[in-house]
C-alpha cells in the first residue's frame, strides 16, 4: 500500500471525502444541482461588473491556482525521485494534495465570476477540507518522531566527528610506529653487517644460514616500514592540486623505478604526446612508480616485461593507462587486491608487501581522481587513473 494510505489519520480523512462525495452525488438532487447556476447570480454581479475589480480578483485566482499546481507537482516529482532518502516523504504527498485541492477552489472562483455554479464550487471547498484536515491531523503526531530524527542526525553527526579524530589519531599512531621502527631495524641490520664481516669465518653454514634469513627479514621489514610511512604521508598531508604535465610525471616515476627497469631488461614504452592534467605532481609520479613498478614485475618468469603508457581523451577526464604483458588478475580479486597488505603471490614468487596499490588508491582519491583496471589471465593487465584535464 503505498504510504500516506497507511497513515491512519490521513486515511480517515479521505475515507470521510469519500463519504461526503458518494452523499453529494448519490443523494436526489445534490448531483444534478452541481453544474446548475439558474438559481444564483455570477459573482460578477457583486462586484458590478466593474472590469477592473473582475481582472483584479481573476488574474490573482488564476495564478494562486497554477502556482498551487506546480508545488504539488514538484512535491509529487521530489518525492518519486527521493522517496527512499526523503524521510515521512508521505506528508510531502499530503502536502501536495492539500495545496492542489486549494488550487481548484481558486480555479472554481474564477469560473463563478461569469457561472453561478456555487453547488459545484462548495463541492470542490468539502474536498480541500477533507484534504486539509487529513492533512493537519496527520502533520500533528509526526512532530515528536520529527524531533527524534533531528536528534538521530545529531548523534550521527557527532559519531562521524569522532571517527575522523580516532581515524586520525590512528594514522598519526601508525606513522610514529614506522618511524619508531626504523631505529632497532638499523641496529638489527647493522649488527648483523658487523657480525658477518667480523665473525662470518668461524660460521658453519647452518649460522651462514640464519644469518641471511635475519637479512632478508630485515631488508622486508624495512620495505614495509618504508610503503607503510609513504601511504600515512598521504593521508596525513593536503595535496596542492594544479596543472601537471602528464609526460613529465610519468618521466619521473619511470626514474624512480629505473634500476628495476634495467634488471629485468624491461621494455617501457611512453606515448610522446600527452596532456596536462589537474593533479599533485610528487602523488601522481608515485602512483605512476607503483603501477610501472608493478607492471614490470608480475610477468611470466622468462618473458621481458613490455609496458605501454599512454593517455585516452575522456571528456572531461584524461585517462592514464599502463598497459603490461603480465599474468593478469582473476576478476574475483578485482576489489581485494587494492587492499592493505593483499598480495595473490607468496614472497618468493614476486616480492612486494601489498601496500603499492593501496598508497595508488590513496593518491588518486586525494587527487580527485578515479581508478580501475581491466585484466586477462595470462595476457596481461591494464591500471588506469582518471584525472581532471587541465
Ligand atoms: P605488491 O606489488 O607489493 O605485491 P600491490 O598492492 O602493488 O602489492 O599489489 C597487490 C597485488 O595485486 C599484487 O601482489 C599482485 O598479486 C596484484 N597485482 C598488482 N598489479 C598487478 C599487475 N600489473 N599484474 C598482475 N597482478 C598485479
Not at 267 to 294: H, K, R, T, Y
Request: proline residues 4%.
Amino acid at each position: 500500500m503505498i504510504r500516506p494510505l497507511q497513515n491512519s489519520l490521513f486515511r480517515w480523512g479521505l475515507i470521510i471525502a469519500s463519504v461526503v462525495l458518494t452523499i453529494i452525488l448519490v443523494i436526489p438532487g445534490f448531483g444534478k444541482d452541481l453544474l446548475r447556476g439558474d438559481q444564483f447570480m455570477p459573482h460578477a454581479t457583486c462586484y458590478l461588473r466593474n472590469p477592473r475589480v473582475i481582472f483584479l480578483h481573476v488574474s490573482a485566482d488564476l495564478l494562486i491556482g497554477f502556482a498551487y499546481v506546480c508545488i504539488s507537482a514538484t512535491l509529487g516529482y521530489l518525492v518519486y525521485k527521493a522517496r527512499r532518502d526523503i524521510p515521512f516523504h508521505w506528508m510531502f504527498l499530503a502536502f501536495g494534495l492539500f495545496i492542489i485541492t486549494c488550487g481548484f477552489t481558486h480555479f472554481m472562483e474564477v469560473w463563478t465570476v461569469w457561472q453561478p455554479v456555487y453547488w459545484l464550487s462548495g463541492f470542490v471547498k468539502v474536498i480541500c477540507a477533507a484534504a486539509s484536515v487529513a492533512t493537519a491531523l496527520a502533520l500533528f503526531p509526526l512532530v515528536p518522531k520529527v524531533f527524534d530524527l533531528i536528534n538521530s542526525v545529531k548523534v550521527s553527526e557527532e559519531r562521524r566527528v569522532k571517527l575522523e579524530n580516532a581515524n586520525t589519531e590512528l594514522e598519526a599512531f601508525a606513522y610514529s610506529v614506522s618511524h619508531d621502527l626504523r631505529a632497532p631495524l638499523r641496529a638489527v641490520q647493522g649488527l648483523t653487517g658487523a657480525l658477518r664481516e667480523d665473525y662470518g669465518k668461524q660460521f658453519d653454514p647452518q649460522a651462514i644460514n640464519y644469518m641471511d634469513q635475519i637479512t632478508s627479514a630485515s631488508q622486508r621489514m624495512d620495505t614495509m616500514i618504508r610503503d607503510l610511512l609513504a601511504y600515512s604521508k598521504i593521508t596525513r598531508t593536503i595535496p596542492e592540486l594544479h596543472t601537471v604535465d602528464l609526460h613529465r610525471a610519468i618521466q619521473d616515476a619511470r626514474t624512480m623505478i629505473e634500476a628495476d627497469v634495467a634488471q629485468c631488461k624491461a621494455d617501457v614504452q611512453i606515448e610522446n604526446e600527452l596532456p596536462n592534467v589537474i593533479a599533485n605532481p610528487l602523488l601522481l609520479s608515485q602512483a605512476l612508480a607503483n603501477l610501472l613498478s608493478n607492471a614490470i614485475k608480475f610477468v611470466t618468469p622468462g618473458v621481458t616485461p613490455v609496458v605501454k603508457v599512454f593517455a585516452k581523451d575522456g571528456g572531461r577526464h584524461v585517462r592514464v593507462c599502463v598497459q603490461d604483458n603480465g599474468i593478469g588478475i582473476a576478476a574475483e580479486y578485482r576489489d581485494k587486491i587494492f587492499g592493505m597488505f593483499e598480495r595473490l603471490h607468496s614472497v618468493t614468487d614476486y616480492p612486494g608487501t601489498g601496500i603499492g596499490l593501496a598508497i595508488v588508491q590513496k593518491a588518486v582519491f586525494r587527487m580527485d581522481g578515479a581508478l580501475g583496471f581491466e585484466s586477462t589471465i595470462g595476457k596481461g593487465s591494464c591500471f588506469w587513473i582518471d584525472l581532471p584535464k587541465a
